[in-house]
């Protein structure tokens, strides 16, 4: 009987056989209970008085379905990093291999290569690491939302980085603009588009057809860019 691994360790449903775990949240704004495969493997969204029995229903009416989704996404999913020389994280889109080497205190790019303290664990490697690369992001993404804002002839924005897991970017009725750490392992013109969307928002705090006008002015190719991020999003998310 094969085991389907956990998107984390969560409540388990044998769906013919298959022990299928999943995410199970509840939430008091929700009124349905809705099933959702993202980059973390299944999620059930319930409201937060829903009996087990109305999510266990649901899940066996759509058991086709959640079966193959899961596989899917076990089959797209790479496997886990792990901390150590010679693991491969991303940046702009291009491979740089992890290193550890002597006298090296805070991790120092060179080439394609991350060097870190040969003396760290693997968790401060980690931690080492996604600080760094939330390091590289902000200047990056600050410096296309300027120069985006000035070819719409607005004033430069205040740019964060946001965590969020399923969201690249997003642009505040403040005029501030958030975007995700993660996007800094994405190819450049991915992090460019995502800049241009929300520079964009500052114009038109909507998605309309003058939105997009807004954002085409500034990211010509914008519609491959949107649609390959899409594609591949599940792969930057991971970190
Ligand atoms: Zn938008």
């Not at 409540?11 to 939430?27: A, C, E």
């Not at 290193?99 to 090296?104: H, P, Q, W």
């Not at 800094?184 to 928002?201: C, D, F, G, L």
Request: with cysteine.
């Amino acid at each position: 009987m094969p085991l389907l691994a956990a998107p984390e360790s969560g409540p388990v449903i044998d769906l013919g056989g298959q022990h299928i775990s999943y995410t199970l949240q509840r939430t008091r704004r929700r009124h349905t209970i809705s099933l959702l495969i993202d980059e973390r493997g299944l999620r059930v969204a319930a409201p937060l008085k829903a009996p087990q029995r109305a999510i266990d229903d649901l899940l066996r009416l759509h058991a086709v379905w959640v079966i193959r989704k899961v596989r899917d996404w076990q089959q797209k999913r790479p496997p886990p990093l792990s901390w150590v020389s010679g693991a491969q994280i991303m940046l702009y889109g291009a491979p740089v291999t992890l290193e550890a080497y002597a006298g090296i205190k805070l991790p120092q790019l060179q080439q394609d290569r991350l060097l870190f303290d040969p003396q760290l664990a693997p968790t401060a490697i980690e931690s080492g690491v996604r600080h760094w690369l939330k390091q590289q992001a902000l200047p990056c993404f600050t410096g296309h939302c300027r120069d985006y804002s000035a070819q719409l002839d607005l004033p430069a924005p205040a740019v964060r980085l946001s965590n969020a897991r399923t969201r690249w970017g997003s642009c505040h009725a403040n005029g501030r603009i958030s975007m995700n750490w993660r996007l800094v392992q994405a190819p450049m013109a991915w992090i460019s588009y995502v800049a241009a969307h929300e520079v964009a928002h500052l114009r038109q705090m909507n998605h309309s057809p003058a939105f997009w006008h807004a954002v085409a002015a500034l990211v010509p190719d914008y519609a491959e860019r949107r649609a390959a991020l899409r594609r591949e999003a599940h792969r930057y998310l991971l970190l």
